[in-house]
């Protein structure tokens, strides 16, 4: 599915934190960039319709965000955030069987269908085995994964991830990392934040860069990424070498 915003604006008590964004977000995995408090999670919540008071045009496919109700939404769009804390000592299985209630009926509970979806998306995430798991005793990138799991569940078309890998070690960044762009890869349309610029070059592809609440970059990660936009976005000297950001002085 296409994603297409078009002049989105929001401020937060008459301070900006979006201006004029505008960008188009075709299947694959879109990484998006910025500096802390530039406006990602806002934009994300917008699109999601969890923030109303903005001005300028979201659309999934040709439907305008704002004339659809969260139930549409919901079977539009999946959100997978940074981690998950239940009170409960919920099974691995039955959060990923949470992802399905935004179909059900009021007070109906979760059938044949439902179950067979959570069990798809387990088998897809590569984690089958620890359905029966008791959700907070796994680790955090196994955590991580159930979230994809119980977002796929959803059965949408898109997928917004606000910093999925952001409280991993590496090998389980990794393994995150290489699940979503294998999502991707299936023809999911996929928008993740993050603060790494080597991972939007390894995996995404395409860099939507946000500085000052507008768009500073977009396009394919070895066309925009630069050491000139890594310098406008965190203030640091990078070489970007093939594959490779290296930290150091640049030379662009």
């Given at each position: 599915?296409?994603?297409?915003?078009e002049?989105?604006?929001y401020s937060y008590?008459?301070?900006?934190?979006?201006?004029?964004?505008?960008?188009?977000?075709?299947?694959?995995?879109t990484?998006?960039?910025?500096?802390?408090g530039?406006?990602?999670?806002?934009?994300?919540?917008c699109?999601?319709?969890?923030e109303?008071?903005y001005s300028?045009s979201?659309?999934f496919?040709t439907?305008?965000?704002?004339?659809?109700?969260?139930?549409q939404?919901?079977?539009?769009a999946?959100?997978?955030p940074?981690?998950?804390?239940?009170t409960?000592?919920y099974?691995v299985?039955?959060v990923?069987?949470?992802g399905t209630?935004g179909?059900?009926?009021?007070?109906?509970?979760?059938g044949?269908?439902?179950?067979?979806?959570?069990?798809q998306?387990?088998?897809t995430v590569?984690?089958?085995?620890?359905?029966?798991?008791d959700y907070r005793k796994?680790?955090?990138?196994?955590q991580?994964?159930?979230?994809i799991a119980?977002?796929?569940?959803?059965?949408?078309?898109?997928l917004i991830?606000?910093e999925?890998t952001a409280?991993?070690?590496?090998?389980?960044?990794?393994?995150?990392?290489?699940?979503v762009q294998?999502l991707?890869?299936?023809g999911?349309t996929?928008?993740?934040s993050?603060?790494?610029?080597?991972?939007?070059?390894?995996?995404?592809?395409?860099?939507l860069?946000?500085?000052?609440?507008?768009?500073q970059?977009d396009?394919?990660?070895r066309?925009?990424?630069?050491?000139t936009?890594?310098?406008?976005?965190?203030g640091?000297?990078t070489?970007?070498e093939g594959?490779?950001i290296?930290?150091?002085r640049?030379?662009?």
């Amino acid at each position: 599915m296409t994603i297409t915003v078009e002049n989105l604006s929001y401020s937060y008590k008459n301070q900006p934190v979006l201006k004029q964004v505008t960008f188009r977000a075709e299947p694959g995995m879109t990484a998006v960039l910025g500096p802390n408090g530039v406006g990602k999670s806002t934009l994300f919540k917008c699109m999601l319709g969890l923030e109303k008071g903005y001005s300028g045009s979201i659309c999934f496919g040709t439907q305008e965000t704002s004339d659809l109700s969260p139930r549409q939404l919901a079977g539009i769009a999946a959100y997978i955030p940074q981690s998950s804390h239940p009170t409960f000592g919920y099974r691995v299985f039955d959060v990923v069987l949470m992802g399905t209630s935004g179909r059900l009926a009021p007070f109906s509970v979760p059938g044949k269908r439902e179950h067979q979806a959570a069990c798809q998306a387990l088998e897809t995430v590569g984690i089958a085995e620890l359905a029966q798991r008791d959700y907070r005793k796994l680790s955090g990138g196994e955590q991580q994964l159930v979230l994809i799991a119980r977002a796929l569940a959803q059965q949408t078309e898109v997928l917004i991830m606000d910093e999925p890998t952001a409280n991993l070690d590496y090998g389980n960044q990794i393994r995150v990392l290489e699940t979503v762009q294998s999502l991707a890869k299936q023809g999911y349309t996929v928008l993740m934040s993050t603060h790494n610029p080597q991972n939007a070059l390894t995996y995404a592809d395409r860099v939507l860069a946000l500085y000052r609440g507008r768009v500073q970059a977009d396009g394919a990660p070895r066309e925009v990424l630069s050491g000139t936009l890594i310098r406008t976005l965190y203030g640091i000297e990078t070489n970007v070498e093939g594959d490779f950001i290296i930290p150091g002085r640049s030379r662009t």
